[in-house]
């Protein structure tokens, strides 16, 4: 992840780390994300900065769906948070709302399924489900990626040899980095 400053996103990179994913700064605004084993579940409640940003909790879920365990998500900022709960239950993911709390119970795989968002962070949550989900294949990628382009959204893949990879298997097996540019 290029661009950023590290210490801006010690919330999320702290979770992330929480989760078994492994993190290392290769220079002042770069950080390499890597996965190498199933994620554990974790406990995580929205909170103002420097706490865990509200906004990251719809991608995050997406991410704890595929966890060993049961994961809890509290949203203590806002109400309707969850909007991205049905449509990730399309996928298969395990999720159940109580109230503020979303309880995630890990499984093996999500599958591609047609989706809708509701909003921006549901979106941003059904992007990231996309991408981990057996099914979806590099020619959904690149048209997911051309239509977010004709919308001035850049996404690009970050690990060319995962890119190569999932392009032998049909499956996604890499990174990407979704960012917008404004003009």
């Not at 590290?6 to 994913?21: A, D, M, R, Y």
């Not at 103002?48 to 049961?70: C, I, N």
């Not at 809708?116 to 549901?122: E, Q, T």
Request: proline share 3%; charged share 25%; aromatic share 6%.
């Amino acid at each position: 992840v290029n661009n950023i400053i590290p210490s801006h996103l010690s919330f999320f990179t702290n979770k992330l780390q929480e989760i078994g994913v492994n993190i290392n700064n290769i220079s002042t605004s770069s950080l390499k994300i890597k996965k190498d084993k199933r994620l554990k579940s974790i406990d995580l409640i929205t909170q103002p900065y420097p706490g865990f940003h509200t906004d990251m909790q719809a991608p995050v879920m997406s991410v704890l769906a595929l966890a060993e365990g049961t994961s809890i998500i509290t949203e203590s900022l806002f109400e309707n948070r969850f909007m991205q709960v049905p449509e990730l239950r399309r996928m298969g993911a395990d999720i159940q709302q109580e109230n503020s709390r979303a309880i995630i119970k890990g499984v093996e795989y999500l599958t591609g399924a047609e989706v809708k968002a509701s909003d921006l962070r549901a979106g941003a949550s059904l992007v990231v489900a996309a991408i981990i989900a057996n099914g979806t294949n590099d020619a959904e990628l690149r048209a997911f990626q051309q239509q977010a382009r004709d919308k001035g959204i850049k996404v690009e893949f970050a690990d060319k040899r995962a890119l190569d990879k999932m392009s032998e298997t049909g499956h996604h097996q890499g990174i990407i980095a979704i960012y917008t540019e404004f003009e």
